[in-house]
């Protein structure tokens, strides 16, 4: 039977990954770094929740789909939409952001695009949903929602600004 997270629920999750990057960022300047497609609108929001705070971070965006090492196995068709990081890379303190870790896969590939660009001086992972079953040795620095699922589930992610709603799905195969 599929279990549901709803739009209070991935609030509570933005608003949780926001607190926990406030809490450990000190006086250098901090980009956030989404991975399209939806980890950069939930960098936006993070962003959204610490400019209230007075805390403003950099923002940019990391399209990795020709990175991924399993490029030809991915289920949906990858749109390629670019990436835009127009701040300089060189020794800036990174928290790269997405909306899901599974495998750590796209992580993995994040740093291979990201260090293309020049030498950070720190790279952090913050995400909305950790769902486990990692097949690399990736953790995440900042998490908003750990969520229990089962390797062959399928965890669906609609977010308001991409999708019109927030919503989560997880279907057992
Ligand atoms: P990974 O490379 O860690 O397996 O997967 C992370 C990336 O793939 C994220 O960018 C995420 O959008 C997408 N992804 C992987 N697994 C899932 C999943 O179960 N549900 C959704 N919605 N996205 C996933
Ligand atoms: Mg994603």
Redesign the pocket.
């Known amino acids: 039977m599929s279990r549901f997270l709803d739009a209070e629920a991935i609030e509570a999750g933005v608003q949780a990954l926001a607190r926990a990057i406030r809490e450990r960022v000190g006086e250098a300047p901090v980009a956030l770094v989404g ?1 399209r ?3 950069d609108e939930v960098a936006e929001r993070v962003c959204r929740v610490l400019a209230e705070e007075d805390a403003d971070l950099l923002y940019g965006t990391l399209d990795i789909s020709l990175y ?1 090492d399993d490029y030809e196995h991915l289920h949906e068709n990858p749109q390629l939409q670019g990436s835009e990081i127009d701040f300089e890379i060189e020794g800036a303190h990174i928290i790269l952001v ?10 993995r ?1 994040a740093l291979d695009a990201l260090c293309d660009y020049g030498r950070p001086a720190r790279i952090e992972l913050a995400v909305l949903i950790d ?1 486990g079953h ?2 690399m040795p990736i953790q995440p620095d900042y998490v908003g929602i750990h969520l229990e ?1 089962e390797r062959r ?5 609609l977010l308001e600004g991409t999708d019109g709603e927030d919503k989560v799905e997880v279907r057992p195969a």
Do not use: K
């Open positions: 991975i497609s939806r980890g991924r997405d909306d899901v870790l599974f495998t750590g896969r796209t992580t590939a769902r990692r097949e699922t589930d399928h965890v669906y992610v």
